[in-house]
């Protein structure tokens, strides 16, 4: 399947980068920008009458869609797929700017798709075919791992997915900045707890334990410095209401960001 990608931001390049590091050809795929120097990989898969269809894929500002989908209808064949990626544009308002032929979903990834690590969060419309589904969610497993979801979901999914890599790396560098008063130098500390979240990822995407719970209890002895030191983190269950809070308040956040995209789109 060719993939032509509009916009040559990060997110647009980070998924170029990802697909062509998962071995998707260079002439099978294109990053399309108003700014030449964005633009990369080749379209003559286009001029092709390969019989494939392709995917489309809007990495553009939310306000920018439907000018950009007016631009390229001519690209767009029956059974071809649009994937938008801007916030607040929902699927009603994309299948009333392509033909009814055209597939449309919406996805949100995160950034680690550069890296093949992304978690895609992807919602299609309805009756869209089971085969149609799988084919389009093996295109974005080869940027990580992606999840089907229901359309109402994304807000929560941006919360949880779409920034919880900031998450991750704020208590990396509390745990990191915080070295320094177990007498551990900055020039290492940032390494070994880089290190030690390497490697606490793994044993997660390798384990077939139910979830890092278990995990947790197999690291902690009884009585042993982890569990004193995750009786601190969990002290009147602080940590747990905190995380409940991040989460929430990220939500409502994107929810007020699509209705503010909606309305101007």
Known sequence: MGIVIIGGGAMGRAMYDGWINAG??????????????????????????????????????????????EAHAQLLNPGDIVTSVAAGVRLTTLNGLVSDTV???RAMPNLAVALNSGTI????ANGVSEAMVQN?????????????????????FTAIAGSGPAYFFQ?????AANCAHLDIHQDIADSIVTQVMVGAAAMLADT????????RNRVTSQEGTTEAGL??????GVLSQLVKNCLIDARER????????????
């Open 231 to 236: 009786k601190s983190l969990e002290a009147n």
């Open 254 to 265: 994107a929810r007020e960001l699509s209705e503010i995209e909606y309305r101007h789109g």
């Open 136 to 156: 389009l969610t093996s295109v974005y497993d080869k940027l990580g791992k992606s999840f089907c979801i229901d359309e109402q979901q994304i807000d929560s």
């Open 121 to 124: 969060g992807i919602a299609i």
């Open 208 to 215: 077939d334990l139910p979830g890092a719970s278990e995990l």
């Open 103 to 105: 597939v449309v979903a």
């Open 24 to 69: 998707v050809p260079e002439n099978s795929i294109a990053v399309a920008d108003l700014n030449a120097d964005l633009c990369c990989g080749s379209a003559d898969f286009l001029l092709r009458d390969t019989g494939q269809s392709k995917m489309v894929v809007l990495a553009v500002k939310p306000q920018y869609v439907a000018s950009v989908l």
């Open 171 to 175: 208590f990396v560098e509390h745990l």
